[in-house]
């Protein structure tokens, strides 16, 4: 069982930028590739990034690749999303997930509760 815990939302300005952790807990955190996700109003819930276990590789939507980054910390049980040059709408709320590296939600077996990003213009 894994529980993961997103933080570091919040309201920012377009062509800001936002760094979103998200802390697991138990020992296992390293046995599983990491994922975001978002889900805008109105919308599904979609892909953004993916980190395999070890760090290497990663993956990346096309609308975020260039201004986003994956990593993880795998002595803290902790991931990242680092977020530089953010659009409107690039505005959800953010979800990390554990489980296969891949960009197909259904793949991930655990899921945090998610925090808002929103981004004005």
């Known amino acids: 069982q894994v529980q993961l815990v997103e933080s570091g939302g919040g309201l920012v300005q377009a062509g800001g930028s936002l760094r979103l952790s998200c802390a697991a807990s138990g020992r296992t955190f390293s046995s599983y590739a990491m994922g975001w996700f978002r889900q805008a109003p109105g919308k599904e819930r979609e892909f953004v990034a993916a980190?395999?276990?070890?760090?290497?590789?990663?993956y990346y939507a096309d609308s975020v690749k260039g201004r986003f980054t994956i990593s993880r910390d795998n002595a803290k049980n902790t991931v990242y999303l680092q977020m530089n040059s953010l659009k409107p709408e690039d505005t959800a709320v953010y979800y990390c997930?554990?489980?296969?590296?891949?960009?197909?939600?259904?793949?991930?077996?655990?899921w945090g509760q998610g925090t808002q990003v929103t981004v004005s213009s």
């Open positions: 997930a554990a489980g296969v590296y891949t960009t197909l939600q259904y793949a991930y077996n655990y």
């Open positions: 980190i395999n276990r070890s760090g290497d590789p990663t």
